[in-house]
């Protein structure tokens, strides 16, 4: 992160604490984009991503990100909520400054490891750029069936109100490596975009 200003100081500490420790986190990061070939300088790291395994804790990590940031968005998907928390203070990952933090309340999925889990990129439509062909490309540009050591799972969730579409490409390692835990997810806009798009159409 950049130089912490003294008054933010304690916050990133308790945030390391529930979250895990950030350089980790990007070293594992950087394992999947150096293994599709993505260069994280050519585009921009969105916001990163925490999950849980409990309501209990996606409350007290709700009011912790409330002690210094702004709640961007809190919206309901797949009958769970999912907030968008903008940092006051960016922490610096992937050779940029980021800012936003996205927390979605568990479901029923279990995670080995709570904490940091995913990051997303934006890497935008080409002009006239369809959702399929975007998505094709994604596949064709780091070569995603080729690589035996990955999971890749494309969606497109649906969230009311939203008008921009969003189709993910989410890129994870296989169990056998030490980087599984984590995921890079592929979004051809960012959040801010995707939110103001709301309120202008």
């Not at 984009?33 to 050519?42: P, V, W």
């Not at 009011?63 to 702004?70: G, R, S, Y």
């Not at 279990?110 to 990129?121: A, D, N, R």
């Amino acid at each position: 992160m950049d130089k912490i200003i003294p008054q933010n100081a304690n916050f990133f500490e308790k945030m390391t604490a529930c979250f895990g420790d950030l350089s980790q986190f990007e070293q594992k990061i950087l394992q999947i984009t150096q293994t599709i070939g993505l260069d994280l300088s050519q585009f921009q790291i969105d916001h990163l991503a925490v999950r849980m395994n409990t309501v209990g804790t996606a409350l007290e990590w709700r009011d912790l990100l409330l002690e210094n940031a702004t709640l961007l968005k809190e919206s309901e998907v797949n009958g769970r909520p999912i907030g968008l928390f903008e940092l006051h203070q960016a922490v610096k990952f992937g050779g940029q400054f980021v800012k936003i933090v996205e927390l979605p309340f568990p479901k029923s999925k279990t995670y080995p490891v709570e904490g940091w889990e995913h990051i997303e990129v934006v890497v935008p439509f080409l002009e006239k750029e369809s959702v399929e062909a975007w998505i094709a490309r994604m596949i064709t540009t780091y070569q995603l069936d080729n690589h035996l050591s990955l999971n890749v799972k494309i969606s497109q969730p649906e969230v009311t109100g939203e008008i921009l579409p969003n189709p993910t490409v989410a890129i994870s390692m296989k169990a056998e490596t030490l980087c599984y835990n984590v995921c890079l997810k592929l979004h051809p806009y960012d959040i801010k975009s995707v939110i103001s798009s709301e309120t202008h159409f």
